[in-house]
């Protein structure tokens, strides 16, 4: 057992940035509290160097409860990375604010119950990191103290709290049908448990999961939170607790359940489909910029799911496919919320048009990123997609790659709904009032809130198409860690 807390230093450095943050605002006037964030995002930067200074050395598990893997690593950077953009994005909307200090503490200590859910190998763990996952982020969602957030906060800690204690049952289901906790004990007992017992843990257990990915069922919260929510933490929900969740996931089944006889996979497939489907069919008709990216967020978990039912087989291609898919997701859907904490006051889509002609940095951001979500070629999200498609189909689920790439397809429309008005010419005006006064009114909700969240737009427009364009050394490199 490697009990040296050093191999836990990325983590460590997230823990200290908050600890340091926290203390550190509790001693200064209101109006620089600015040093919270400088303090956070070098907290973040060094943490990213640390992983990948970790990523360098052998696999290993501390305290035996935690792997230190590619997993792990992939984790880490990932999530400290997006955070960044998370901070940027945040910064025109929080700069000044009384608490600002507690802003940025809860976003930092969000951050870490990701990254821990990510290297988790014990179910006891495992929970621990779903409540500091989750408690900060409900705190999050309430922060603007209005009607919208409060009610979003309220309904995000409802949901979080019932499948959390359905996650509790279903860890205790299994351990009381296998005697064991550790990931490692629990794959050698889980083939011989009782077949009932094992079945409805692993069901339970994954509801807690989904609620934390944003999957069906556990989906009911993302449009409430996408929609009250301030637009930063509505990105940072959407996209950061999703990584951490998504890796949670294919590690338990991967290192854990992966000999039980209950037909996990099938599960996990129907799960995916539910999710993609339900994601596409819902966004279809949404008019609010930021619910409509959150239904986009819960037909990309049914995508991303697809590598999960690949778990267990020997190639390890579905980890990496899902590895990939996860960092170009986070890039292109922080990208897509940068814009809307561009124009906080622009809650329809409507609202958007004719932003080519007046913007045309900020419209072909937003170009990028949706046609990316879709799986546009070159973007990264589309490299990913084939990716998990392909794990999907060698481990014989070639009908589910045939729903999801019908489910691509259909997702189109909704997105063309948000991108087609950025190119109109004429700003219709509303249908009370004249002309001049529905022109006043459309620049009005245009009206730009700064310059952070624009340049983080830029920075992952440009990023989703760098990363898409070296996609294949990226998924060697990946595979390639895996199989050392």
């Known amino acids: 057992?490697?009990?040296?807390?050093?191999?836990?230093?990325?983590?460590?450095?997230?823990?200290?940035?908050?600890?340091?943050?926290?203390?550190?605002?509790?001693?200064?006037?209101?109006?620089?509290?600015?040093?919270?964030?400088?303090?956070?995002?070098?907290?973040?930067?060094?943490?990213?160097?640390?992983?990948?200074?970790?990523?360098?050395?052998?696999?290993?598990?501390?305290?035996?409860?935690?792997?230190?893997?590619?997993?792990?690593?992939?984790?880490?950077?990932?999530?400290?990375?997006?955070?960044?953009?998370?901070?940027?994005?945040?910064?025109?909307?929080?700069?000044?604010?009384?608490?600002?200090?507690?802003?940025?503490?809860?976003?930092?200590?969000?951050?870490?119950?990701?990254?821990?859910?990510?290297?988790?190998?014990?179910?006891?763990?495992?929970?621990?990191?779903?409540?500091?996952?989750?408690?900060?982020?409900?705190?999050?969602?309430?922060?603007?103290?209005?009607?919208?957030?409060?009610?979003?906060?309220?309904?995000?800690?409802?949901?979080?709290?019932?499948?959390?204690?359905?996650?509790?049952?279903?860890?205790?289901?299994?351990?009381?049908?296998?005697?064991?906790?550790g990931y490692g004990s629990l794959r050698e007992a889980v083939g011989g448990a009782p077949f009932g017992a094992v079945a409805v843990g692993i069901v339970v257990l994954l509801a807690g999961l989904a609620f934390k990915i944003g999957a069906v069922p556990g989906h009911f919260w993302v449009p409430d939170v996408a929609e009250g929510a301030s637009a930063p933490v509505a990105a940072f929900v959407t996209t950061v607790p999703k990584i951490g969740g998504m890796v949670a996931v294919y590690r338990l089944f991967d290192q854990a359940l992966e000999p039980a006889d209950v037909r996990w996979r099938l599960l996990i497939a129907l799960l995916a489909t539910a999710s993609m489907t339900l994601g596409n069919l819902a966004a279809f008709f949404q008019d609010h910029p930021r619910r409509l990216l959150g239904y986009s967020t819960i037909s990309q978990v049914g995508y991303v799911l697809l590598a999960v039912v690949a778990a267990g087989r020997d190639d390890a291609f579905g980890l990496a496919a899902l590895l990939f898919y996860l960092a170009g997701y986070a890039i292109t859907n922080l990208g897509a919320f940068a814009v809307v904490a561009e124009f906080p006051k622009a809650t329809t889509l409507s609202a958007y048009t004719g932003l080519f002609h007046r913007n045309r940095g900020l419209a072909l951001s937003l170009i990028v990123c949706l046609l990316g979500l879709v799986g546009t070629p070159p973007t990264a999200v589309f490299v990913g997609k084939v990716s998990v498609f392909t794990a999907a189909t060698d481990a014989g689920f070639a009908w589910l790659m045939v729903v999801a790439a019908i489910n691509t397809v259909v997702s189109l429309f909704y997105y063309l709904r948000w991108v087609v008005p950025l190119f109109a010419r004429e700003v219709p005006a509303p249908s009370q009032g004249t002309s001049s006064q529905g022109t006043s009114s459309q620049e009005t909700n245009l009206e730009r809130a700064g310059s952070w969240s624009r340049s983080v737009a830029y920075g992952c427009a440009v990023a989703a198409v760098v990363l898409g364009i070296v996609a294949g050394p990226a998924l060697d490199g990946l595979s390639g860690m895996l199989v050392r």
């Open 1 to 181: 057992m490697n009990e040296n807390p050093v191999a836990l230093l990325p983590e460590l450095i997230l823990l200290g940035g908050a600890v340091l943050g926290l203390l550190t605002g509790l001693f200064l006037p209101r109006a620089r509290q600015w040093v919270v964030s400088v303090i956070a995002a070098i907290a973040l930067v060094a943490g990213i160097t640390a992983a990948i200074a970790a990523a360098t050395g052998p696999d290993e598990m501390a305290f035996d409860t935690y792997a230190i893997d590619i997993g792990t690593h992939a984790t880490r950077i990932t999530v400290m990375a997006a955070m960044l953009l998370v901070l940027g994005i945040s910064r025109d909307t929080i700069r000044g604010h009384p608490r600002e200090t507690e802003f940025v503490t809860l976003l930092l200590l969000a951050a870490l119950g990701t990254v821990l859910l990510g290297g988790v190998s014990d179910l006891l763990v495992l929970v621990a990191a779903y409540l500091l996952a989750s408690i900060p982020a409900y705190a999050l969602t309430g922060f603007g103290k209005d009607a919208p957030g409060t009610e979003a906060a309220l309904k995000y800690y409802l949901m979080g709290a019932f499948l959390g204690v359905a996650m509790l049952a279903g860890v205790t289901i299994l351990y009381g049908a296998t005697g064991a906790t």
